[in-house]
T-cell receptor, first 114, second 120 residues
């Protein structure tokens, strides 16, 4: 099955760019996703990229996909203290019952200091 | 986006007791719900998939008699951890989406806020 790896912690200063990296094993994932989890809140879908794209930009967020290296990254420009959260990378997979579902990385805790 | 509410957010229970976690879709009909578990410093792992009105399908290695899932209505699914033990202490999170089509993309799935279970 899919295996997704990401670093556990990243610390940046406010105003800097943050780059969160992720590697995955299953190249058949049609979509790759980034989720954000703030304390006490559910996972929020931030952005996603279709596997035939290599870049997607959405306001301050840029997703880069290197299919050859099976590497996905999320860049947050002008990082704010409100961006402090845990960020999960996820690949599309299938459950035992055949439903499309998600395989998650362990999450990267982003800490933004003033 | 759509709202999924999970309750309770934290629970502490004694070893041997059962704990019920609720997952509700507040503004859409959740035909399909997924239950995930996350151990400390590990990934979120899918436990089971449930469709309203039918039995849940469990992933390999998940005991269906221990983790009882009920999805009796289009807005509510419950996960009951029976005879809980300290090794069941974990973060449990549900996600819900409309539609039974297996191939729906995950952009249509919405997550609850999760439940931190501690068994003492």
């Amino acid at each position: 099955g899919e295996d997704v790896e990401q670093s556990l912690f990243l610390s940046v200063r406010e105003g800097d760019s943050s780059v969160i990296n992720c590697t995955y094993t299953d190249s058949s994932s049609t979509y790759l996703y980034w989720y954000k989890q703030e304390p006490g809140a559910g996972l929020q879908l931030l952005t996603y990229i279709f596997s035939n794209m290599d870049m997607k930009q959405d306001q301050r967020l840029t997703v880069l996909l290197n299919k050859k290296d099976k590497h996905l990254s999320l860049r947050i420009a002008d990082t704010q203290t409100g961006d402090s959260a845990i960020y999960f990378c996820a690949g599309g997979s299938y459950s035992n019952s055949g439903y499309s579902t998600l395989t998650f990385g362990k999450g990267t805790m982003l800490l933004v200091s003033p | 986006g759509a709202v999924v509410s999970q309750h309770p957010s934290r629970v502490i229970c004694k070893s041997g007791t059962s704990v019920k976690i609720e997952c509700r879709s507040l503004d859409f009909q959740a035909t399909t719900m997924f239950w995930y578990r996350q151990f400390p410093k590990q990934s979120l792992m899918l436990m089971a998939t449930s469709n309203e009105g039918s039995k849940a399908t469990y992933e390999q290695g998940v005991e269906k008699d221990k983790f009882l899932i009920n999805h009796a209505s289009l807005t509510l699914s419950t996960l009951t951890v029976t005879s809980a033990h300290p090794e069941d202490s974990s973060f449990y999170i549900c996600s819900a989406r409309e539609g039974r089509r297996r191939g729906l993309t995950n952009t249509e799935a919405f997550f609850g806020q999760g439940t931190r279970l501690t068994v003492v």
